[in-house]
T-cell receptor
């Protein structure tokens, strides 16, 4: 089955800096890659996603890049703010709605 | 539109008992997936239901089962509870039509097994 590795497990940045979280996947048939943000005690919230026919997607301060050849994708957050502090999960899907998640990255943005 | 809702939000059960959790998807969404979230194992896929049929299944024992009703609401059941079943159980709904696979999560049911 699919296996998703996510790095780093924790990331601390200064407010205003950029943050990058990387994920690799094992199944070349995977074609959908969402990112979720989960604040403490809250539900995972979809923040951006990308499909395998696209190399990059951007939404304001958030961007995701996909390298199908290397089987990795990354989340980029620019101009980080304290409210960006949360746990971020990447996921991959090769079978409809069956998501395989990475282990999560705890992002801490220091004011 | 109202978001995904789950009931109950918190549950305490004893080993050996069984439990049923409920999930109401976003109106119009036909797919409901269930996930287990624990500190040690992270987020793991349990199963997915679409049009009252189980379409995908994760690697969980047969004690974990589910169903979906004609209004797309879904329930999951865990029989013969074990201490290791303590977790946050999340459901997610998806429109799953026209290439729209985005999944939106409910708030979860926190299950504690003692």
């Amino acid at each position: 089955g699919e296996n998703v590795e996510q790095h780093p497990s924790t990331l601390s940045v200064q407010e205003g800096d950029s943050a990058v979280i990387k994920c690799t996947y094992s199944d070349s048939a995977s074609n959908y890659f969402p990112w979720y943000k989960q604040e403490l005690g809250k539900r995972p919230q979809l923040i951006i996603d990308i499909r395998s026919n696209v190399g990059e997607k951007k939404d304001q301060r958030i961007a995701v890049t996909l390298n199908k050849t290397a089987k990795h994708f990354s989340l980029h957050i620019t101009e980080t703010q304290p409210e960006d502090s949360a746990v971020y999960f990447c996921a991959a899907s090769n079978a409809g709605n069956m998501l395989t998640f990475g282990g999560g990255t705890r992002l801490m943005v220091k004011p | 539109k109202a978001g995904v809702t789950q009931t109950p939000r918190y549950l305490i059960k004893t080993r050996g008992q069984q439990v049923t959790l409920s999930c109401s998807p976003i109106s119009g969404h036909r797919s409901v997936s269930w996930y287990q979230q624990t500190p040690g194992q992270g987020l793991q896929f349990l199963f997915e239901y679409f049009s009252e049929t189980q379409r995908n299944k994760g690697n969980f024992p047969g004690r974990f089962s589910g169903r979906q009703f004609s209004n797309s609401r879904s329930e999951m059941n865990v029989s013969t509870l074990e201490l290791g079943d303590s977790a946050l159980y999340l459901c997610a709904s998806s429109l799953d039509s026209g290439g729209a696979y985005e999944q939106y999560f409910g708030p979860g049911t926190r299950l504690t097994v003692t």
